[in-house]
């Protein structure tokens, strides 16, 4: 049979494959579900946000089918990005 030894050498392995997997595909998923999100703000608004952007960067370069895959970029990179503000000036 196994020894507790081998036990915890799988443990520590399965351990290390899961979070080496977690952490290539968390963009991933991030990537997939923003893009998914894009193409809803595609679908509702997408000329609008395309001619707002044509407009604050002066160009024409914007068109609807640009959002899907600029939202998902912007969303994993800022993935990266994130901070938290705590707030410890409490009132008594």
Known sequence: ???KHDLSMAAAGA???GLIG???FSP???FAFSYLGGMILKACVGKAVAD???LMFDTSRFTPDFIPL???TLATI???FRS???DNNRKE
């Open 52 to 54: 707002g952007l044509n």
């Open 78 to 80: 800022g993935r990266y």
């Open 28 to 30: 991933v998923l991030t």
């Open 1 to 3: 049979m196994y020894s």
């Open 22 to 24: 977690f952490l290539v």
């Open 84 to 86: 938290t503000q705590t």
């Open 15 to 17: 351990l290390a494959v």
């Open 70 to 72: 600029a939202c998902a």
